[in-house]
Each structure stands twice: as structure tokens, then as C-alpha cells.
């Protein structure tokens, strides 16, 4: 054995795969993951033959359920990175739906994307006042404002939509007065639509990375655009300014933070009131897919939001890939009850690949253990020909819950996340 | 401190709550031109013969009763400073299991409703030890754990139901499991009516009662007086105090959490048992949101939590007359969640001015210039 010498602050070399793999920092990483998750789809879609796995409506689906869950997960940042846990971006979010259904009938859907902000906002001032200023825990206070504004959202219905002319009742809003615009990509999804016939001919990977293109580049709506654009302007702001550096400092230490002369209250207010905007914001997003207010609309995606956002370990652009995850099991989900089988045989695939790296490193337990889940995963997918809706209907949370399980130990939170913060007690 | 004091300071965060919530949802509806006083006064109206009344006061309990349970099993862990959101999605997969266990079996009387209970305590447990493993073992906040499997547990009833448990014909407006028997089937209290002399009405009151009279009795002995209380009570205060003087912190998460589990598995059987005899899609839903409510209100003592379980009991009765009566029945929902954010905000308030009298009892010097200010900006 050869002692390695290093400088410090530079890894010792593990040898030329392992670096090409794993050097270069987490861009790099991350592009190799995703490259990584393509062809092992591909290959998945080829063996199973369920196009619906990489098809352009699935994408297209995918990315239009994954936005309500960035949104709701861009507030959470907001708010986690204040210190502020927020479970009560649901609630947030179900004012948002409201909110936007009730502009929304009567001007249109610029007055909807307002109205929407401003009620989720209306929900995060809520929720500093109970937190920062009584210092109230989060959690009760967050789940208190779900109840209320599920109760708020029914109240406000019964009152205004029972005997409008308009339409509405007092589950639903009158539709929508006008729909946001969308936009495709010209040549490539639209007109000659060139990825559209390289998807149709189920090349082996050719076809597959055309159909995810053509998924997130044809008739993308305007709302779609601008929520994508928030992840990295969010990150820019929390990272990149002074705004932010106080914003993040009133999540891990706020006594020094107070100390160094930050308003420790008016930034977590600032903070919060963002969140539930931006969960509002969400809301919008799914009352535009509908072009209608109904009750229940949200079906707990604030809650999914912030699981996504625990995932991508609080940071804009792992809880982007969080919420892309979520909208694609969300997506394949609603759109092919057969497609979610084939998601066995991806787990049977991903799983056998951890028994033999596990067995390489000698550990035989675990090799034995992910052996033993792959092949029960290979024997249900070669058993089961379609789920049962019941079952289909969890996908996204049984995902949720099993990243989380196997994530969550590698993830860091905000220091003070979730501890109230008093003036001078500290 | 005196024992009227006592009760005084106890009471004072509630009352205040209930009353400031109050306060709220009357200028919203005032707000909306909605009358609150009308509102009120239909809401205290229980019908004009005793008969009327006393139904209402059946209803009333028949609702706390479950309303009671889902607190106790929410405040179990919430004395641990474990969070229980999964309540919702332990209670309704117990309750769909233990009716169509209920239903395929037939046992004498009594056994076969402790079969009933003890499959229905089971699944709820073990549903809920689910989320304590995964905190344990992965370290996955319970919160969200919770969350997720109160998803994945109403997916699965619905399958369930649906499905392998199907008992109604096809094509039937409800769908629902098959009947439990004639023996698994609890009778009503109305016997006691009878006894202290009031009209007996129509309606049943649950046998459910004494039971969870006994499941709350049996929860204050544990939390109050036993090792294992002072241990889940000491973990939650204090956790490093708590593993210091040698309480197994994982050990008491997966404990709490069975035990939390096991009491959100009772939720539903006083429905069960006492009227439905079957799971249907339309089976009362919602009672563990309404426990963490209940729970906060009764401050985490089963005392208070069956008079928080009442006053939810007495909201929710209101429910139909105030249709009846022509009004926006989601104002319960409205007084509610103002109540628990109200009790949250006043728990807050009470413990503060509880901590200062404190302070000012031990100290002998006033108070400096700088705490008064503090105290006036808190």
C-alpha cells in the first residue's frame, strides 16, 4: 500500500471512473444522475412496453403537476429558511384556489393569478402572527390554519356562489372568464413538430428523451414559465443578496442575527408572507388547469410541497427535482393505472443495482436485504397486470415516504427551523 | 396557590380562547351580513319538548365520544412532543378492517366485540408504529411520515372497501362492507333516561360510553401516576434531562406511538357498533383533524379534553338546524379552527403570565425598567 498524499482541501483520487462519476461538484453529479435515471427509464419502457413511462403527455402532465408542488415548495424555503416550519402551506394553498376562482369569474386570469397570491399571503400573515408574534409552536398553528381555511374556503362559497347567476355552487366557483395563454416551442413541438414524429417511431432512448423535450416544450402555459423561473431567482435571492444572507441567518442562529442588528420579527414576517404567497400562488396554478374553482382541489399537494422541499434538503434546486419526482409519479399515476406497474420493475431494476453495489463493498446483509425486495418487486410486476385505483390513487405519497426513508439522514435543516425565537430570552 | 386559583388559572386560557374565537367569527359573519346573533340562537335551540331535548343532548355526546378518543390518542403523543397527524388514516383503516373482520366471523356477545376492538387497536398501532420506526430507524419527522400514510391509509380503504371487502350489491348508491351480526353489535344506554326520569328519545345513546369512559380514566392513571407517564412526560420537556436519567428515547417514540396508534384505533367503533354496523364510503370522517383541535383545547389532560370533545360535539350539532334554518353551516368549521387558533394563541398568553408570576414570586427586588418593557411588547 502506497500512502496518497493530499493537499488540503482536494479529495484523494479514487480512481478515474469513480472521479469522472463523482468529481466535478453537484452540477456534474446531478447530470449524471439524471442521464442515469434516462436510460434506465429507457430501458424500463422498452422491457415493460409501456410508452406512457416517457411519453410527451406523461412529461407534459408531470411538469403540470410538479408546479403546484415547486410553488408550495418554494414557500416552504421561504419560510424554513426563516425559521418558520410551515404546515400550513395546504391551508395556504386552498385560500390561493379560492382566492383565484373568485377573481378569476369576474376578471379574468391575471385577476386570478392576484387574487390567488393575495389570499395565500392573507394565510402566511396568518400564520406570523400566531408564530412570531404569540410564538405559538408552528406545527399547531400551521395545522389550525388548515382547518380554517378549508372552513374559510366552504364559508365564503356557501355566501357567494349559492345563488350567483354565474354559475358556481358550494363546492365550485363560476369558470373562469378567460384562460391563460400557453406557449410550445415553434419547429421542435410545434408546426413541423419534429420531436413529435421522433417520439412516435420508439427508438430506444432516441425516442424517449424526444418525448420528455417535447413533454416540457409544447403548449407550456405562461404561469408554468414563470414558476420555473422562480427557482432559480429564488435561490439568486436567498443566496446572492444581503436580503437573503438576513433571511437565512434568521434561520440558523436569529439571536445573533438580532445581535448584528437584522428585525429578526419583520424578516420572519417577510418570509412568511412570501411563503403563502407562493403557496397561493400554487393554488392559481391548479384552479388554471381546471379553469374552475372546486373544493378540494389542492388534495394535499402543500403537504407534498413540503415533503419535496424536506427532500431536496432545503435548498431551490433539490426541491425542484423533489417536486419533478412527485408530479411524475402524480402524472403517470392519473394517466395510466397500467404504467405504475412498470414502476415495479424500475424499483426491481434500481434495486438489484444496490445489491450488487452493496455486495461489492462487502456488505452482505444489505446486499441480501435489496436482493430480496428486488426480486419480490420483479415477482409483483410479472403478477399484476393493472392496480386497483384505490392503489393508484398513493403513488406520489408512497414515493414521498419512501425517498424520505431513505434520504433523510443526509439531510441538514435549518438550525432554528421550527424553534420560537423570543426577544431577549435567548 | 389555592385550589380555586388553580382551577382558575387552568381555566383561563379556554375560556378565554372559546370567547375570543367567538368574538371573531361574529364580525366575520357580521362582516358578510350574516347575522351572528341569529346564528347563536339556533345553535342553543334544542327543540321545544323534552323528547327534542334530550335527543339533542344524545347527539351531542354520541358526537364527543369520538370526538374524545381522537384527542386522547392525539394528546398521548403530544405530552411526548410527538406530533400525530396520522390519526386520520390509523382510525379509518382500523375501523374499515375491524368491520369486515366483525362481519365475517360470529362469536357470542361480549367476544365478539372485543374481537372488534382488539383488531381495530391492532391495525391502528401498528399503522402508527409504522411512523415511529421510520423516525427511529431513518429519521424521518413524524409530521410528514404522518402526513404521507394518511394518504396512503384512506388509498387503501377506499381499495378495500371497493374491493376484497365489498359486502353491498353492485350498483348500490353506498358502497359498504357486509353487516357485522346481531352480536357484534353494541346497544344503546337509553335505559338510563328511563331511570333518572327524562323523556327517552328517539335516538340511542352510544354503549360506546362507558368505555371510552374507562379508555380515559385508564390514560390519566398512565400519563399521571405511572413511571411510564412521568417518563413520556419527562422525554417531552426535556429530551436530553430524559435520556440523562436513563429513558431510552427511541424506545419511548415507538411506545408513545403504539399507544397514541392503539387509542386512534377506538375512534370509530362508537359509530360502528352503535349505528352503522358497516364501513360505507360516507363513514364520519375528519375526527383526528378535529382531535389535534380537541386536544389543544383540553391542554393534553383527558379532563379537559372530554369538555373540548363536548363543545366540537355541541358545534357539530348544529350542523342541520343550521341549515334548516337557512344559514352557511361551514360557520362551525369557521368557529373551530378560530378556537384552536385562539387556544393556541392563549395557551401562549397564559404560560407567559403563569411564568411571570412566578418570577415575581421568587424575586424579592421589583421588577428592572427593561423586563417591564419587554413584558409590554410581548
Not at chain 2, 389532560?301 to 366540537?312: D, Q, S
Request: with cysteine; aromatic share 8%; proline share 4%.
Amino acid at each position: 500500500m502506497s500512502t496518497v498524499v493530499t493537499s488540503p482541501g482536494t479529495r484523494p483520487s479514487r480512481g478515474p471512473i469513480t472521479d469522472l462519476l463523482t468529481g466535478g461538484g453537484p452540477v456534474r453529479r446531478a447530470l449524471w444522475l439524471a442521464q442515469a435515471a434516462l436510460v434506465l427509464f429507457s430501458v424500463v419502457r422498452a422491457i415493460s412496453g409501456e410508452e406512457a413511462l416517457t411519453s410527451s403527455s406523461t412529461m407534459a402532465a408531470a411538469l403540470l403537476l410538479a408546479v403546484p408542488i415547486g410553488l408550495a415548495a418554494l414557500g416552504g424555503l421561504f419560510s424554513e429558511r426563516a425559521g418558520v416550519v410551515n404546515i400550513g402551506l395546504e391551508g395556504m394553498m386552498i385560500l390561493g384556489t379560492w382566492g383565484a376562482g373568485y377573481a378569476g369569474y369576474q376578471w379574468g386570469w391575471a385577476a386570478a393569478l392576484v387574487g390567488g397570491v393575495l389570499f395565500g399571503a392573507l394565510g402566511g400573515l396568518l400564520h406570523a402572527l400566531a408564530t412570531v408574534t404569540f410564538g405559538v409552536d408552528h406545527v399547531v398553528s400551521g395545522v389550525a390554519i388548515n382547518i380554517l381555511a378549508a372552513g374559510v374556503a366552504r364559508f365564503l362559497s356557501e355566501l357567494l356562489y349559492t345563488d350567483n347567476e354565474a354559475g358556481g355552487g358550494v363546492t365550485q366557483s363560476p369558470a373562469l372568464s378567460s384562460n391563460p395563454p400557453d406557449i410550445s416551442l415553434p419547429v421542435l413541438s410545434s408546426g413541423p413538430d419534429w420531436l413529435g414524429d421522433l417520439e412516435g417511431q420508439h427508438i430506444f432512448l432516441i425516442s424517449d428523451v424526444a418525448g420528455v423535450l417535447r413533454g416540457v416544450t409544447s403548449g407550456v402555459g405562461v404561469l408554468t414559465i414563470l414558476a420555473v423561473l422562480l427557482v432559480p431567482a429564488s435561490y439568486l435571492l436567498l443566496w446572492r443578496t444581503a436580503f437573503g444572507l438576513r433571511l437565512r441567518s434568521c434561520g440558523e442562529n436569529p439571536a445573533a442575527a438580532d445581535s448584528l442588528g437584522v428585525a429578526v420579527y419583520r424578516m420572519k414576517y417577510i418570509a412568511v408572507i412570501i411563503s403563502g404567497a407562493l403557496a397561493g400562488m400554487g393554488g392559481v396554478f391548479l384552479v388554471f388547469i381546471a379553469g374552475i374553482y372546486r373544493e378540494n382541489q389542492t388534495g394535499g399537494r402543500g403537504f407534498i410541497g413540503l415533503a419535496a422541499l424536506i427532500f431536496g434538503n432545503w435548498r431551490p434546486g433539490g426541491l425542484a427535482a423533489g417536486a419533478g419526482l412527485f408530479g411524475f409519479a402524480d402524472a403517470l399515476q392519473l394517466r395510466s393505472r397500467t404504467a405504475v406497474v412498470a414502476l415495479l420493475l424500475l424499483v426491481a431494476v434500481l434495486l438489484a443495482g444496490v445489491a450488487i453495489w452493496q455486495a461489492t463493498r462487502r456488505k452482505l446483509l444489505q446486499a441480501i436485504l435489496a436482493a430480496g425486495f428486488a426480486g419480490l418487486s420483479l415477482t409483483l410486476y410479472l403478477l399484476i397486470d393493472e392496480l386497483p385505483p384505490g392503489i393508484v390513487s398513493f403513488t406520489p405519497h408512497l414515493t414521498t415516504l419512501l425517498v424520505l426513508s431513505l434520504a433523510s439522514q443526509r439531510l441538514r435543516m435549518p438550525q432554528a427551523d421550527g424553534l420560537v425565537y423570543r426577544r431577549g430570552e435567548h | 396557590m389555592t385550589a380555586l386559583r388553580r382551577i382558575g388559572m387552568a381555566l383561563f386560557a379556554p375560556v378565554l380562547a372559546v370567547v375570543v374565537a367567538l368574538v371573531i367569527s361574529s364580525l366575520v359573519m357580521a362582516a358578510l351580513q350574516v347575522n351572528p346573533f341569529r346564528v347563536f340562537e339556533v345553535m342553543l335551540d334544542f327543540g321545544e319538548t323534552p323528547a327534542q331535548q334530550v335527543t339533542a343532548i344524545v347527539v351531542i355526546v354520541n358526537r364527543a365520544i369520538p370526538l374524545f378518543l381522537a384527542g386522547l390518542a392525539v394528546a398521548v403523543a403530544f405530552r411526548m412532543g410527538l406530533f400525530n397527524i396520522g390519526v386520520e388514516g390509523q382510525y379509518r383503516l382500523a375501523t374499515i378492517v375491524a368491520a369486515a373482520v366483525g362481519a365475517a366471523v360470529a362469536l357470542p356477545g361480549p367476544l365478539h366485540i372485543l374481537l372488534i376492538v382488539v383488531v381495530a387497536v391492532v391495525v391502528a398501532a401498528l399503522w402508527a408504529g409504522i411512523v415511529a420506526v421510520l423516525k427511529v430507524t431513518r429519521g424521518v419527522s413524524e409530521v410528514i411520515s404522518s402526513i404521507m400514510l394518511n394518504f396512503i391509509a384512506l388509498g387503501l380503504a377506499s381499495y378495500l372497501l371497493t374491493g376484497p371487502f365489498r359486502g353491498s350489491e353492485e350498483g348500490a348508491s353506498i358502497i359498504s362492507t357486509a353487516e357485522i351480526p346481531e352480536s357484534g353489535q353494541l346497544g344503546g344506554l337509553n335505559a338510563i333516561f328511563g331511570a333518572i326520569g327524562l323523556a327517552n328519545p328517539p335516538r340511542q345513546l352510544y354503549g360506546f360510553l362507558p368505555i371510552a369512559i374507562v379508555v380515559g380514566v385508564f390514560i390519566a392513571i398512565l400519563l399521571n401516576r405511572t413511571r411510564f407517564g412521568y417518563d413520556l412526560k419527562v422525554s417531552g420537556l426535556s429530551p436530553s434531562a430524559a435520556s440523562a436519567s436513563g429513558v431510552d428515547a427511541r424506545a419511548m417514540v415507538i411506545k408513545t406511538m403504539l399507544l397514541s396508534g392503539a387509542v386512534a384505533g377506538l375512534i370509530g367503533l362508537p359509530d360502528l357498533l352503535g349505528t352503522t354496523h358497516s364501513y360505507t364510503t360516507d363513514f364520519t370522517a375528519g375526527l383526528g383533524f378535529l382531535g389535534i383541535a380537541v386536544a389543544l383545547l383540553g391542554r393534553n389532560r383527558p379532563v379537559g379534553i372530554a369538555f373540548a370533545a363536548l363543545l366540537f360535539g355541541f358545534l357539530d350539532r348544529s350542523l342541520v338546524p343550521l341549515q334548516i334554518a337557512d344559514f352557511p353551516a361551514s360557520v362551525v368549521t369557521i368557529i373551530q379552527g378560530t378556537i384552536v387558533l385562539a387556544v393556541v394563541v392563549a395557551n401562549e398568553i397564559a404560560r407567559r403570565v403563569a411564568r411571570r408570576n412566578a418570577e415575581r414570586g421568587t424575586a424579592t427586588r421589583t421588577p428592572a425598567p427593561v423586563e417591564i418593557l419587554q413584558g409590554a411588547d410581548a
